[in-house]
């Protein structure tokens, strides 16, 4: 029996694949520090909790399609709070902003068609636009350069006529690369000017540090025809397990051909989407409040990866993630050490390797991308365990 072979393209997430063998380790009695998955410890608001528990209805009946009519609203008036104006009608909820990408990627690719994406990306993104029949063609970016990539020099050049689209994460993920307004600006001609959509990936939007302001891409008024924006409530809630996104463009022939993919999928959970409702009402004093503790985990991630000799690396400006360049030779046999020989007063620490995160053949071997979504003392331990995983391998 055959597979297809789009799905034979895609491969395991690099965030996920090494969970059985850490599942060995705990089952030794291994304390496993897991900085390798966007997860979360902040609480998510109890306001979530009280809508669903509130939900009196007889039957729990299928939403519409396009959404709950309270959470499209909610969404629009959450943007229309950031001085952006959508029209309802612009709006699909969706199955977390994983969905939003894939319905989007479903619409505007072709077989062979060509997506540009800055790397290291979200590894995902392989998968959705592989699905769809595309490709990723990569703007490479270094550590040692911080990851920059918003230059006409870098993007123009990849363009020919398979380009359909131009894909960013801002902030980014796995990086933390925030782009300017300037920048973002910039890559949004790019994308007019070549006629390619230009795919926005905005979940992270809340999580912006040392005093940085965030430029929405839903602000450019002449992009209505080009602009597609994912958003989600996972990360700016801390509400992972509600899967519920935001597929927003005020392109009308785009929005009914994800509609086609909506309906099929018949409707979003509806008591997810009645928690998310609330969720869009929360003060601003919990974004606040959020964003100061993140920011504190990034300076002591940032902190404990400078003490580590040989570590390339760079201070994350938004969400919660960075990339470090260590020194080994390879950033997957590693982990495995860590998970399966390693362990210092019957602990480890687990990443991501950052090959994954690439296109790039053999980019990113000696890469790994940490999530300092924990408490600061236990990223301070992680950070320990993983220099004195370093010095053990290496003398192997």
């Known amino acids: 029996m055959k597979l297809s072979k789009k799905i034979d393209a895609c491969e395991l997430s690099p965030i996920r694949k090494f969970y059985p063998f850490a599942e060995a380790a705990r089952k030794r009695g291994i304390t496993i520090h897991s900085l390798n998955i966007g997860q979360p410890d902040i609480q998510t608001p109890e306001v979530y909790f009280d809508a669903i528990a509130g939900y009196r209805e007889s039957v729990l009946a299928y939403a519409p399609s396009p959404g709950i009519p309270s959470l499209i609203e909610a969404v629009r008036g959450y943007y229309a709070r950031l001085g952006v104006d959508f029209d309802s009608g612009d709006i699909l909820i969706t199955t977390g902003g994983s969905e939003a990408l894939l319905m989007a990627m479903l619409c505007i690719?072709?077989?062979?068609?060509?997506?540009?994406?800055?790397?290291?990306?979200?590894?995902?993104?392989?998968?959705?636009?592989?699905?769809?029949?595309?490709?990723?063609?990569?703007?490479?970016?270094?550590?040692?350069?911080?990851?920059?990539?918003?230059?006409?020099?870098?993007?123009?050049?990849?363009?020919?006529?398979?380009?359909?689209?131009?894909?960013?994460?801002?902030?980014?993920?796995p990086t933390g690369t925030v782009l300017t307004e300037e920048e973002l600006r910039l890559l949004a001609d790019i994308a007019k000017e070549h006629d390619l959509y230009f795919i926005c990936d905005e979940v992270y939007r809340e999580f912006i540090y040392d005093g940085g302001h965030l430029t929405t891409a839903a602000r450019f008024e002449d992009m209505a025809e080009?602009?597609?924006?994912?958003?989600?409530?996972?990360?700016?809630?801390?509400?992972?397990?509600?899967?519920i996104g935001a597929l927003l463009c005020r392109n009308k022939a785009l929005i009914d051909a994800a509609t086609k993919i909506a309906q099929a999928r018949l409707s979003v959970a509806t008591l997810d989407q009645i928690g998310a409702v609330a969720l869009y009402g929360v003060e601003p004093s919990y974004f606040d409040a959020t964003r100061q503790e993140y920011q504190h985990r990034r300076d002591?991630?940032?902190?404990?990866?400078?003490?580590?000799?040989?570590?390339?690396?760079?201070?994350?400006?938004?969400?919660?993630?960075?990339?470090?360049?260590?020194?080994?030779?390879?950033?997957?046999?590693?982990?495995?050490?860590?998970?399966?020989?390693?362990?210092?007063?019957?602990?480890?620490?687990m990443f991501a390797p950052g090959s994954g995160f690439y296109a790039t053949e053999g980019a990113g071997v000696s890469e790994i991308r940490i999530a300092y979504v924990r408490c600061a003392e236990e990223l301070e331990r992680a950070l320990d365990l993983l220099r004195l995983a370093i010095e053990r391998y290496n003398k192997r």
């Not at 077989?111 to 490479?140: D, K, L, M, Q, W």
Request: charged share 25%.
């Open 300 to 349: 002591v991630c940032y902190r404990k990866l400078r003490e580590i000799p040989g570590v390339v690396t760079t201070e994350p400006k938004g969400a919660f993630y960075t990339m470090a360049k260590l020194p080994v030779d390879n950033a997957e046999d590693f982990q495995m050490f860590l998970l399966q020989e390693f362990e210092d007063h019957g602990e480890t620490v």
């Open 109 to 173: 690719l072709d077989e062979g068609s060509e997506v540009i994406v800055p790397e290291p990306f979200y590894p995902n993104y392989h998968t959705f636009i592989r699905a769809a029949g595309g490709r990723i063609c990569p703007v490479h970016t270094r550590p040692e350069d911080g990851y920059r990539y918003a230059t006409r020099e870098q993007i123009e050049p990849l363009i020919n006529e398979n380009t359909r689209a131009l894909l960013v994460t801002n902030p980014g993920n």
């Open 226 to 243: 080009q602009l597609i924006l994912i958003d989600s409530v996972s990360k700016r809630f801390s509400a992972c397990g509600a899967r």
